[in-house]
């Protein structure tokens, strides 16, 4: 023991004594720094390799390129000009009108003829009856039918507020029914949901992805510990899921869609690590209205002890009936294995008023996470389930409305229509040889493309006959969202489209006033840095 012990003393001692020897060739100075300066390299060098993690070495290398040519003097004014010219394109007179908007209260108040101000400004508005591609999905005129009944609704509890529980009964109780009979349609009851499904109504899909994100962050970093977050995406899941991860910080990592155009499950697995908090799938996705392989996608998150999140905003109030008229649906509910939390909009499917959609969870030990409590303000002990703290107890009185009035035989009727009308609208396009269909639409979106064609130069000229579609991307493509509104006129849509092809195949080119150049440009262009900024200009002058 005593011989070791020395061996190794006698070891340190020449040890230091040949450090030493060796380090008194250099200044005191340059040792003080050595250190410091190797620290601030291998920093750099680990932001530089997030960077590329992140982005890929592509994107860094060319945002890079771009951000040193824009220091060559002239240039960053020049592409700022150019932007600005885009910009100024695609707002399309906007700025004219709003020249001549109010800014300011007038003197005297216009009292009730305020009401035929407001009707001279909304005969203004493009016809959308029958012309839209989703945005309005009950059928009919907005004085009648069912939307009169949900507007009496509306009107009758627009005074609410279910902040205040105690003082609008009726409210809290349409909200919890709107849920519970939400909950019910998407295996809710089932013995494999748990029993236990719950949830809250929210302003829109929007704000219940953001709280199933919010819910699913803190739920993790209770239950694993997790502080720095990561989710994996499909890219043709919906862009709220950027929004929640600029909202609470999380990493977003995207992943592309398999040849069938689902969220491809090998890609996210191997993207799964020790920080993933939630994957997400669609049933459909907006883009293409295809199903996710959500059962696959269950299974991986229950494998990994991950959250999963399904996103029916479009098809929580289609699917279920699509599924009992016999239509080919597979799983997409609470009784999937893994699924953790889902977002369906009452007011798209549904047809409530603009404003309702349910965040649903599998249990109460994962909404918890969802809510805010707070014990240390001087106004009183605070506690809230969504983002908003008032609400608008009409949309919710007009959710219960809707829900109630159609029934079960409602909903199954109007399903077996908007399916019926989209089989007809694949049916035509593929008629057409110089359009194709995306992948294989699971429900009633009914996205198409050209390899012959400028896809972007037939939606402006279908556009010009007053149809509004959704432009999109990777692959650039059109599609439309089948609502009741077009169930009276499909054929007029398939006649026009037939015809906007006959045109841009015998006068290809972009016609004046079309959006088609920029559209095309912006999916070409590599620098995603410098769409971004156009977009966010655009925004910054529109609103």
């Known amino acids: 023991m005593d011989h070791s012990y020395s061996s190794f003393n006698s070891f340190v001692i020449r040890f ?22 190797t620290l601030l390299v291998a920093r750099v060098l680990q932001s530089v390799l997030s960077i590329i993690l992140d ?53 005297t108040g216009l009292g009730v003829g305020v009401i035929e101000e407001m009707k001279d400004e909304k005969s203004k508005d493009a016809d959308w009856q029958g012309k839209c591609s989703g945005a309005v999905y009950i059928g009919g005129s907005e004085s009648e039918g069912h939307f009169s009944l949900i507007n009496e609704a509306c009107s009758m509890f627009a005074h609410t507020n279910p902040l205040h529980l105690d003082v609008f009964q009726s409210v809290a109780r349409f909200e919890a029914e709107v849920v519970a009979m939400t909950a019910d349609l998407l295996g809710g009851k089932e013995k494999a949901s748990g029993g236990q499904v719950c949830g809250n109504m929210t302003s829109g899909g929007t704000e219940s ?38 909202y609470f910080n999380i990493k977003l990592r995207r992943v592309p869609v398999n040849k069938e155009f689902q969220a491809d499950v090998k890609a996210i697995r191997q993207h799964i690590n020790r920080n993933t908090i939630l994957i997400v799938g669609s049933a459909p996705g907006f883009p293409h ?11 991986l998150a229950y494998s990994y002890g991950i959250c999963f999140h399904v996103d029916l905003c479009l098809g929580g109030f289609v699917l279920p009936f699509a599924r009992k008229l016999g239509y080919p649906i597979p799983s997409f509910d609470f009784t999937v294995m893994g699924v953790t939390s889902i977002s369906v909009d009452v007011h798209k499917y549904g047809l409530a008023p603009k404003g309702t959609s349910v965040v649903l969870y599998r249990n109460h030990d994962i909404r918890k996470h969802q809510f805010v ?14 983002v908003a703290g008032s609400r608008p107890g009409g ?38 040889p110089e359009l194709f269909i995306i992948g294989k639409p699971d429900m009633t979106i009914v996205a198409f493309g050209s390899a012959v064609l400028d896809i972007f130069e037939v939606n402006d000229i279908i556009s010009f006959k007053g149809w509004h579609l959704n432009a999109l991307q990777r692959p650039n493509s059109i599609h439309i969202c089948v609502t009741l509104q077009h169930v009276p006129v499909v054929d007029a849509f398939l006649l026009d489209l037939r015809e906007a092809v006959q045109t841009v195949k015998e006068n290809p080119g972009p016609i004046n006033g079309g959006l088609a150049p920029i559209y095309g440009a912006a ?10 900024e156009l977009l966010v200009n655009y925004m910054d002058g529109t609103c």
């Open 16 to 37: 230091r004594s040949s450090s030493n020897s060796f380090l008194s060739q250099f200044e005191p100075l340059a040792l003080l720094l050595a250190p410091v300066l």
């Open 55 to 107: 982005k890929g070495l592509k994107a860094t290398l060319l945002g890079l390129f771009m951000s040193s040519i824009k220091l060559v003097p002239g240039v960053k004014s020049y592409i700022d000009a150019e932007k600005q010219k885009v910009v100024d394109k695609l707002q399309s007179g906007s700025k004219f009108k709003r020249k001549h908007w109010r800014t300011e209260l007038p003197i």
């Open 209 to 246: 992805i953001l709280l199933a994100v919010k819910t699913s962050r803190d739920y993790m970093k209770m239950k694993k510990g997790i502080t720095r977050p990561e989710m994996i995406i499909a890219e043709s899941a919906h862009s709220a899921y950027d929004k929640a991860a600029q």
């Open 289 to 299: 209205g295809i199903i996710d392989p959500i059962e696959e996608l269950g299974n």
């Open 373 to 386: 409590a707070v014990t240390e303000w001087s106004g009183g002990l605070y506690v809230s389930p969504t």
């Open 395 to 432: 949309l919710i009185a007009g959710a219960w409305a809707a829900m109630m009035s159609l029934g079960q035989e409602g909903y199954l009727d109007n399903t077996r229509k908007i399916m019926e009308v989209s089989k007809m609208i694949q049916k035509g396009i593929k008629e057409i």
């Open 523 to 532: 999916g070409r262009m590599p620098d995603r840095g410098m769409v971004q």
